[in-house]
C-alpha cells in the first residue's frame, strides 16, 4: 500500500475560498501601499546564506533553512567536521544558499546592487513568502508571507508618520477596528541603560524588560539580576513597571527619565514630534500608545520600532511590525543609508478577520453563475451568453458533461454558485433563458439583459 502523503510542520494548504480571503487582504494592503507611493519589487525565495547569516542575532540564524549544496555536497567537506559532529563549521562547507528569513535583508542587499538605478529616497513594497525553522504553533509557521513597506535614503520623521498612518488606513479599510501601533524607540531603551549605569548591557536589559507582560516585573527583574544588572540599577527605573498614561504623559515622564541622557534625549523629541503629528491627522480605527517595553530587533533597529497588537477580542499577538535601521546597507558596503519600515502579518490578520467575521460576503472564489448541462444544441446557444457574462465581468462557468439535473444542482449547491441558467427548446425558441436563483429557490424566464441585471444586483 502507498504511503498516504503529507507535508512539512509548519506549512499548509489552501483551499479556494482560504485563498481568495487571502488574496482580499493583500489587494487591501497593495492598495494601500500603492496609495501612499510605494512601488512594488521581488526578490529570490533563497539568497547566498553569506547574505543572510550575522543579520538577525545568533537566536534568528538558527532559525535560517538551509540549502544544501547540489551533487555530491559531502565531497569536499572537512573529516575532522564530521567526526567531530561539528555542524557550525560543516555547514558553512555543504551548504552556500538559503531561504531568507525575511523581506528586509534582501531588500536591504537589493538597494546595494541596484543603487545606480534607484532614486532616493527609494520606497518599495514586497509581498512574498519567508520561511523560519520555528516552532509551529496558532499563527505562527515555517512558511508565512510578509508584506513590507519601506522608505530607504531619507531621515526624516515624516516617514515614521507616514507608516502609522499606513497601518491605520490599511486596518479600517479591513474592517479591523481597536488594534493598537505600539511605538517606542531604540534611542530611548539605550538612553535608560545609560542612566542605570548599563550600557554595556543594553541588549539584555531590553529583551528583559520586553517580557514584562508575560513574565511580570518580578519575573523581569530576576532576569535582569541574572543578567548581571545591579538591583540598585532597576530601581532607578521603577516607574517603567507601571508607566500608564496618555502618550503626551508618558512623554513628559521619560523627558524627567532621562534628562541626563543625551541620547535618551534625543529619542523622547523623535517620538513626541511623531505622536504630535499623528494626533493632528487623526487616526479612524487605530490606538497609537507608547510602549516603552517595546523592544524588538535591536539587532538592527536603530530609532523608531513598531509592534502592532490584535484586538483584546482576539488572543493572537502582533499583527505587524517594524522599525527605523540607520544603516542596515552598511552590512554590505553602502554606509549612511538610514531606511524605516513595516511589515503586515498576513496570516494572523486572515486568523483574525475569521474570528471576527470579517470577511465581506463576496470574498470567496465560487462562480457567480452556472450554466447547466442540458445538451449538445442547448450548450451550443448557451456559450455566447457565457462568452458575454465574463466579457463584463461576471465568474461563470458550465457544467461540463450532461446529467442528471439533480446531480448538477448538488454541484452547484456544494461550490455555494448563487444563479444557475437552464437552457431548453423552449429557451432557444424564445431566445430567453432560465434564471434559477439557488439561495431564495425563485426561477423566471428572462431575456440576457434582465440575466445580467438580475446577477449583477446581487453581486
Known sequence: MAKKPGIPKGTRDFSSIEVARRQYIMQTIRHNFEHFGFHPIETPSFENLDTLLGKYGEEGDRLIFK????????????????????????????SEKALRYDLTVPFARYVVMHQNELDFPFKRYQMQPVWRADRPQK??????????????????????????TL??????????????????????????????????????????LD?????????????????????????????????????????????????????GTKGVEELEFVGKEVAAIGLKSALLNLDVTLARGLNYYTGAIFEVAAPATVQLGSIGGGGRYDDLTGIFGLKDMSGVGISFGLD?????????????????????????????????????????????GIKTEIYPDKAKVGKQFQFADKKSIPFAVLVGSEEIAAEKFTLKNLVSGDQALVSFEELVNSIQEYI
Not at 499563527?139 to 502609522?164: I, N, P, T
Not at 465560487?366 to 448541462?373: A, D, G, R
Open 348 to 392: 494572523r490578520i486572515y486568523l483574525v478577520m475569521e474570528e471576527l467575521n470579517l470577511f465581506p460576503q463576496a470574498v470567496n472564489a465560487s462562480s457567480e453563475v452556472i450554466f447547466l448541462n442540458m445538451g449538445e444544441t442547448e450548450m451550443s446557444y448557451a456559450i455566447k451568453a457565457v462568452t458575454k457574462l465574463r466579457d463584463l
Open 139 to 164: 499563527g505562527r509557521y515555517r512558511e508565512f508571507y510578509q508584506c513590507d513597506a519601506d522608505v530607504v535614503g531619507s531621515k526624516s520623521l515624516w516617514q515614521e508618520v507616514e507608516l502609522v
Open 67 to 94: 540549502i544544501l549544496n547540489s551533487g555530491d555536497y559531502l565531497n569536499k567537506a572537512d573529516e575532522t567536521f564530521l567526526a567531530n559532529k561539528d555542524s557550525v563549521k560543516l555547514t558553512n562547507q555543504i
Open 211 to 263: 517580557k514584562l507582560d508575560k513574565i511580570g516585573e518580578d519575573g523581569v527583574k530576576n532576569e535582569m539580576i541574572e543578567k548581571g544588572i545591579a538591583e540598585n540599577a532597576i530601581a532607578k527605573v521603577q516607574s517603567l513597571f507601571n508607566f500608564t498614561g496618555t502618550f503626551k504623559e508618558k512623554i513628559e515622564k521619560l523627558k524627567s527619565l532621562l534628562a541626563e541622557s543625551v541620547e
Open 167 to 208: 497601518y491605520d488606513r490599511v486596518f479600517t479599510a479591513l474592517g479591523i477596528e481597536g488594534v493598537t501601533i505600539k511605538l517606542n524607540n531604540r534611542k530611548i531603551l539605550a538612553g535608560i541603560a545609560e542612566v542605570i549605569g548599563a550600557s554595556d548591557k543594553l541588549i539584555d536589559f531590553t529583551v528583559a
